[in-house]
């Protein structure tokens, strides 16, 4: 099975860049800019990654993400993460930015924007690797400053596919965006927020009402309300799922308890991503090896996962059939076993 699993055409939906950042390029680039970082070594700070909840990494994951200055810096940290994209047989992905966490340090959103774009660029003429961008909003700052950085990104409008909603949760609902939501639908980019990662199933219902989303990113907390399901299932909404970030942030204590199994077989248009590897021990592969030991899918359901994610992504209708071609010649193992 692991086999199989690594040669799998895979999709990525749900990946920040700023979590693709690995010690060893974070301690690089802090030389190059004379900057500390908050431990001394490599290994100290990868042994940091013990996270006691989705803040206690925040707080590190910002701090990190201070080395990352200038546009090359973007350039290396997104090629980097497609040169494992092609390791891992991911054919398309779908990438988060903050781009409140640098213009706040005074970094144009040019130079994100371009940095980024380069490297999209060259995966995809290096690697085969198609590629959209979703701006992410920082929840935990206040709804003037989403709007401002809103209509900042409007010159890269046509370069930008989605809006998203991610950092702190708890105590950030989604009805605190709703009006900065409403200008980025008004503007024709897609919809996505975190939700139900550590927050509520309130939070899922607010996602879905207020800012009127096209997927769920995480929402694994929805079982807390039966009649949230239904609704999911009832309008086919995708769920952005990220197994070994929420075993990472304890949203469950152990891969053995995690849901992602059940709301498959609830019907739920479920998809399996990484969210920030680098933080949390691995990319889609390793991610879909945990799960795999843990919770023992069928061949049948990994394709399932994928043709989720497929169906999910902000691709054009020619290019999703492509993909789904591409998944279907992939043939099956027979007699597939664990240890193979
Ligand atoms: N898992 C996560 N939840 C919320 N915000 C994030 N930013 C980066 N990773 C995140
Ligand atoms: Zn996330």
């Not at 992905?93 to 980024?116: C, K, L, N």
């Amino acid at each position: 099975m692991h086999e199989w699993l690594a040669n799998l055409p895979k999709i990525e939906l749900h990946l920040h860049i700023e979590g693709t950042l690995e010690p060893e390029l974070a301690f690089e680039l802090a030389q190059r800019h004379q900057i500390a970082l908050p431990y001394p070594s490599v290994e100290a700070l990868r042994e940091a990654y013990n996270f006691a909840d989705l803040q206690s990494f925040l707080d590190l994951y910002y701090q990190c993400a201070e080395v990352l200055r200038d546009e090359d810096d973007f350039y290396r940290l997104t090629m980097a993460y497609l040169e494992r994209c092609h390791t891992q047989a991911v054919t398309h992905v779908e990438i988060f930015f903050d781009p409140q966490t640098h213009t706040a340090r005074g970094i144009p959103m040019s130079t994100v924007i371009e940095g980024i774009e380069r490297a999209l660029k060259e995966g995809e003429t290096r690697f085969g690797i198609s590629s959209q961008l979703i701006l992410c909003i920082l929840r935990h700052l206040d709804e003037e400053d989403a709007l401002a950085t809103l209509n900042a990104a409007l010159p890269y409008r046509d370069r930008i596919v989605g809006i998203g909603l991610d950092s702190g949760e708890q105590g950030n609902p989604p009805s605190k965006f709703t009006r900065a939501f409403d200008f980025a639908r008004a503007q024709g980019w897609k919809i996505v927020a975190h939700a139900g990662e550590e927050g509520p199933a309130d939070y899922i219902w607010q996602a879905l009402k207020l800012l009127k989303v096209d997927r769920i990113d995480h929402g694994v907390r929805c079982v807390e309300d039966p009649s949230l399901v239904a609704h999911l299932r009832d309008i086919n909404m995708p769920l952005t799922v990220c197994p070994l970030s929420n075993t990472r942030l304890r949203v469950f204590h152990s891969m053995a308890e995690h849901n992602l199994k059940t709301l498959l077989d609830q019907g739920l248009r479920v998809t399996l991503n990484s969210d920030d590897p680098a933080y949390f021990g691995g990319y889609m592969l390793e991610n879909m090896l945990a799960v795999q030991e843990a919770l023992n899918l069928t061949q049948a359901q990994w394709r399932q996962l994928t043709k989720n994610a497929i169906d999910a992504s902000f691709i054009d209708h020619a290019h999703q059939q492509r993909l789904h071609a591409q998944l279907d010649a992939y043939p099956d193992t027979p007699h597939c076993s664990d240890s193979a």
